[in-house]
């Protein structure tokens, strides 16, 4: 008898468990028929279309395409057809109130958050940017089929300094100078705290070493942090740059946290292209945004709540964050400035997620309902395409063209004339498919 070492039993275990595990690489062929498609970019809708999916693409739009053998047929019966959204300011991991998170332990955290992809997924949601948060093994479960949810985006955990938005340590904590005792998220990896050019180097590159699409700093104050007002500046020009000349090695970009215009004005000059929320900058920092063709990654939903947990000086800051979107998303309008994506930040409540397509509707205060559908996919697509070799998912998003993944809608109503339809997803979201295959089919 040949006795098997504790190796091969594992090696055994894991080749024989492979196969349930590996996602289809190509799904089965379908024709849609009879839609009205927004391509994500034009306002007039195409009429009299075929869209032919192969393999997880786009393989062919035109009128009176043959069906190939073996392939489903949807007519459309005329509803709208566009690509899946993407939420760009995503955060998996952090669905549980502050004091839950608080105390769980990392299984715990992996629990909660194994629903939260699949619930993005049937709100339309094929693309999630993830900007904080340990969600690497999250992305692999669901693009190896173990779980249903959107394709995952990881930036890993938000690196900031000492004090800053990923410190969040409470008063109970010894101070980091007479004993290292990181906080509950920094301790699971979905926070991280690196101080001076050499430790935010190290801390870049082992997020990166775990394949983050792009890397996350916070250069500002928080509303979700104890310690920082929201006018704070956080790392110097030197650890800014530290974090980006690591990206940059690694063909990647740096998004930033950050308010106030001075936070917005030093990431800028040290490389960072994208920034987060901006609600408090002025005319002269948006003016420096479009200068260096960075973009925007705005919310407006979280801020209508105060998210669980939040003590009275969280919610004044997340008060005073809510107070500068109008005038944001005003002077944004007044200068011209389009680089601006979609995204909803909703942190604390599952029931919360199940409400982000309210995003929508909320936007339409400031924006044409065309534009707030190209904020959703195709403006999305171009920011998630600055990940260049580090993109996780190669070839075109948010778009309805040859070639591109066949990330698909089918909404019975027109949300270019009522954007409430878009909360309207469990009963008008009649379709959802991503890369070929389908999730949600009330046609059948």
Do not use: C
């Not at 594992?10 to 839609?35: E, H, N």
């Not at 920082?228 to 500046?233: R, S």
């Not at 948010?398 to 027109?414: K, M």
């Amino acid at each position: 008898m040949i006795r098997k070492t504790a190796f091969g039993i594992a090696l055994a275990l894991l080749t024989s468990v492979a196969p349930a595990f590996s996602q289809q690489k190509g799904a089965p062929a379908t024709l849609i028929t009879g839609a009205r498609i927004f391509d994500g970019v034009n306002e007039n809708l195409t009429t009299g279309q075929d869209v032919l999916i192969e393999d997880g693409k786009i393989a062919a739009l035109g009128a009176d395409l043959t069906a190939p053998d073996g392939a489903t047929v949807i007519d459309a019966g005329g509803r709208f057809l566009m690509p899946g959204f993407a939420d760009m300011h995503a955060h998996l991991m952090f669905q549980m109130p502050f004091g839950i998170a608080f105390t769980a332990d990392r299984e715990y955290w992996a629990y909660v958050a194994s629903n939260i992809g699949e619930q993005y997924l049937m709100q339309g949601f094929t693309t999630v940017r993830d900007v904080g948060g340990n969600t690497f093994s999250l992305k692999r479960a669901i693009d190896e089929g173990v779980l249903v949810g959107p394709r995952v985006y990881p930036s890993g955990p938000m690196i900031s300094q000492s004090s800053g938005h990923s410190d969040h340590r409470t008063d109970a904590e010894l101070p980091s100078t007479i004993q290292h005792e990181p906080s509950v998220p920094m301790k699971y990896f979905h926070v991280a705290v690196a101080d001076g050019r050499d430790e935010v180097l190290r801390t870049t590159r082992e997020v990166l070493r775990r394949r983050a699409s792009q890397i996350k700093i916070s250069v500002g104050g928080g509303t979700g942090s104890f310690a920082d007002p929201l006018d704070t500046m956080q790392y110097t020009d030197d650890e800014i740059r530290a974090a980006v000349e690591a990206a940059e090695d690694w063909n990647t970009y740096v998004t930033a946290h950050v308010y106030n215009s001075d936070g917005i004005l030093r990431a800028l000059r040290n490389g960072v292209k994208s920034i987060e929320h901006g609600n408090l900058m002025d005319k002269e920092a948006m003016q420096a945004m479009i200068d260096a063709d960075a973009w925007l990654s705005p919310q407006v939903i979280v801020y209508t709540f105060h998210p669980a947990g939040f003590n009275d000086e969280q919610k004044d800051k997340h008060d005073e964050a809510f107070d500068g979107i109008d005038q944001m998303f005003t002077m944004a309008n007044e200068m011209g400035f389009e680089n601006i994506v979609f995204g909803t930040d909703i942190i604390t409540s599952p029931e919360m997620i199940k409400r982000a397509n309210e995003e929508f509707v909320l936007r339409t205060k400031w924006f044409d309902n065309v534009e707030i559908l190209r904020q959703a996919t195709s403006k999305s697509a171009e920011l998630l395409a600055l990940s260049g070799p580090r993109n996780p998912y190669p070839g075109k998003l948010g778009v309805i063209e040859e070639g591109a993944h066949a990330d698909i809608l089918l909404i019975d109503g027109n949300p270019l004339e009522d954007m409430s339809v878009m909360t309207e997803y469990e009963e008008k979201f009649d379709l959802i498919m991503k890369g070929g295959i389908v999730y949600k089919n009330q046609l059948e």
